[in-house]
Every structure is written in C-alpha cells, then in structure tokens.
C-alpha cells in the first residue's frame, strides 16, 4: 500500500496514476464519490482525461475496503481518490467510528492482490475552522491519515507537483 | 532545544514524546493551556492518555520560559505543546510583542538543563482568511515559528505521523 | 529558473533574496502589487526593509513576464514576489486563462538573461473554502504552482525558514 498525499491541486492524483502505470497495464481507479453536483462532475471529467482509457472506473462512495478484496486479483494496481472524500461519505452516512473504518481500509488494501495507491488530502494546515463541523472533519482526516500512513510500505508528500518521499 | 511544527493532528504531539523518551526517564510535558472549555479538556485528556503517567504535567498559559528556567533541572526532557497555543494566550493577555517573547523563549529553552522540545502548528498554508485577527494571528505564528527554528539545533516538519527533518 | 514556495510568512522572501545575493550584485525586486490598502502598504514596508538598498524595486501587477523579457540584461538575478498575488491580480483583470499565463511566464523566466526567482504561497492544505471564490482561487494557485515547477530548475518548500528542495 502507498500513500500520496498534500495539498489541494498539488499533482496527488496525476502522481498516483503514474505510479499505478508502473505497476502493470491493469489498472483501476477507484473514486470515492457518487458525483452529485455539477462542479464536481467538471472536477471528475478533468481526471478522468488525464487517465486516458486505461483505467478501469469505479465509482463507490463507501464499501471501498469491500471493492479491493473482491475486484483486486483482476488489477496490477488500483488507485482510490480520494480518503478525505471517503472520510466524508462516511460521516454522512452517520457511520462515526472512523477508526475501524481505517483499520479496515488499510488491512483490505494490504491484503489486496494488486498494488492500492491511496490519494488524500492535507487539510489541518490552515487556521483553525470557525465551524463546529469542519474542526471535527479536520481532526478526523489527520487521524485517518496517521493510520493510513503508520501501514503503508511508502508515504508520499507533494508540492506544487513534485513527489517528496517521507516514509518508505 | 527541538522544534516540531506541522499541520493540526500530524502526529506532532506523539513524536514530541518519542523524542523526549530517548533523552531520559524525567520528562515533563507543559501545556500551554488553562483548559477553559469542554472541547479543550476533551482534547487534553485525549493527549493525556497518550503521555501515560511518565510524564509530569504543567499548565502555563504564559510564563512558559520561566517555567523552563525554575524546573529545568529537574528533568531530562520537557515538551512545550505547543507555540501557537501559547501565541494565542499572549494575544489575550494583551501582550502584543511576539517577537521579544519569542526571543525570550527561545533563550531560556536553550539555556534549560532540560532537551526542550517545541510542538508547534502550521496555520499559514489555506486561504487568507477573511478575518483580521486571523490573519494578523497566522502573521505572528509563522514569524514566531522562524524566530524558533532559527535557533532550534533539529527542526522537524510531521506529515501523517511521519517527521521529516528540515534542519539538524 | 527557481521557485521558492511556502506558507505564509515562512520565509520565502527572505531565502529568494538571499539566492538572489549569491547570483551578484545587480538585483531586481518585482512586487506583483499596486500597493492598494494600508496593510498592503506595511506589508510591503516590511519586506523592503529586508532587501535594503541592493535591489532595485519594480511594481508591476500583471505583465510581470514582459518586463523579464524587457529589462533581464540589467541584472544578475530578478525576484518576483509573487505568483499567489499575481493571479489574483489577473483574475481581477478578467484575464481567466491562467494556464496560457502560466506558460508565457515561465518561457519569459527561462528566456531570461537574469536568474529568475519566483515566490509563490501554498493555499491549498486548509480545509475547502466555503466561498467558491476562494476554491476558484485555491485551484488556479495550485495548477500554476505545478505549471511552473514543472519547468523550474530548483524547487524549495520552506518550512519554519528552513529550505527543503523537492525538485533540482
């Protein structure tokens, strides 16, 4: 399992998918959403480009544990975009033990047959949210992001587009 | 003395502790908090937990640096958690000259028979926030964490648990 | 070309212009600002202060890659501070295709006579801005962050005032 994570538009996904190419030519990318509104359709349709068509798409908003062990023989390597966007999805869907989440995450990703490439977001490095829920959506995507990270063989930190190794 | 600065739950805490573990077994943890509301404490106590009973505990809002000097000897290493706390309890007590309290702290830090090890927050890497005093506070944070990690000897910056060092 | 990135008030500026120093003696400063407010302007003060009398200060807030091309053969290193404010300038001035800029600017930078230093802010590790304006923003900094590191020569992250290269 590897993590690649930064800031918002630092080159996270495009990174992942270069790394899954070097994997194989079975590749799958795994995003967690269901595409409601109409920006992030235009978000997704520019991803979607930069992937050509040699990924395999999947779109599951919170059984992605579920989808690596049961689609993972059929991929070299599987990218999921993103974790914060999970994290989300699951907080919606009032499911609030993100911890377990996690934990399960990252065991189905490590006993996956093909390669996971996990994507996240940075997103307690700014000043601290006025908003009640934000703070609360903050603390839960670091925690998640320590778990991930403590499991994964290589942890990545982006820049403006270049890759910084931290762990692996 | 150490600086270690990163993005809110990082793992900043965790590895301030690591760190003092190595240097002994007389180890203080000051928290730079009077604990005034619910979160708080929730919070505090969550990083209570994580210290286990090794560590003695101080809660100084403001004489941080005098506590260092007066207690220093006593321990082997002592965590600062953390600077931006700290700035924000100046600010409160009216105490508007950061840049000669930083300098104070730093000189007593390094003075201090104790390792003194700095958890700090970047707060400086979102959007300009509409707020003034949001911005005049992230103003002072990033000039008080350089004024720090200029005379730290080991600067470490935390990413998803994993620190990388950026000086030392 | 070499882009020197951070948060704010990580002292990005002040590593530029020591890069600048150690290319010669004729420098260039190029704030990206018509000085507008008065938090502007002792910003700005601030910063000059820093540079003493060895840089000679340009303002320009839009065609910053022209005035590259047009007065380069003058100096030993140019430092524009920085792209952050720039695109916003450019979004002001109803000028929206910022990839088109982004390229124009970094042709300009490498074409040269100068070394050209960039500074430029990450805005993209808080948590998503409620105001579309800002995600708009937020995602125009970070694709012409990757534009021009993609053809930079040296890329920094500060940290705390402390330089680490990704890139060069």
Redesign the interface.
């Known amino acids: 399992m590897i993590?690649v994570?930064?800031?918002?538009?630092?080159?996270k996904t495009g990174f992942a998918l270069a790394a899954a190419r070097k994997r194989g030519t079975r590749l799958a990318y795994v995003a967690a959403a269901e595409l409601l509104d109409d920006e992030m359709k235009q978000r997704a349709g520019a991803h979607r480009m930069e992937r050509g068509t040699e990924f395999t798409t999947f779109e599951e908003p919170l059984e992605i544990g579920a989808l690596l062990s049961r689609r993972g023989a059929e991929f070299d390597a599987m990218v999921v975009d993103c974790v914060t966007l999970w994290i989300s999805n699951l907080l919606h869907a009032g499911r609030e033990d993100l911890k377990a989440e996690g934990s399960a995450l990252a065991g189905a990703a490590q006993a996956c047959a093909a390669e996971v490439i996990l994507v996240?977001n940075?997103?307690?490095?700014?000043?601290?949210?006025e908003n009640e829920l934000?703070r609360r959506?903050?603390?839960e995507?670091?925690?998640m992001?320590?778990t991930?990270?403590?499991r994964a063989a290589e942890?990545y930190?982006m820049?403006?587009?270049?890759a910084?190794k931290?762990?692996g």
Chains 1, 2, 3 share one sequence.
């Not at 994570?5 to 080159?11: A, T």
């Not at 940075?122 to 949210?129: D, F, L, R, T």
């Not at 820049?159 to 270049?162: K, P, R």
Request: charge should be positive; charged fraction near 15%.
């Open positions: 993590l994570g930064g800031g918002s538009r630092s080159g996240t940075e997103v307690g490095c700014g000043i601290v949210p934000a959506f903050r603390d995507a670091g925690w992001n320590q991930l990270a403590a942890v930190w820049v403006f587009g270049c910084l931290v762990k």
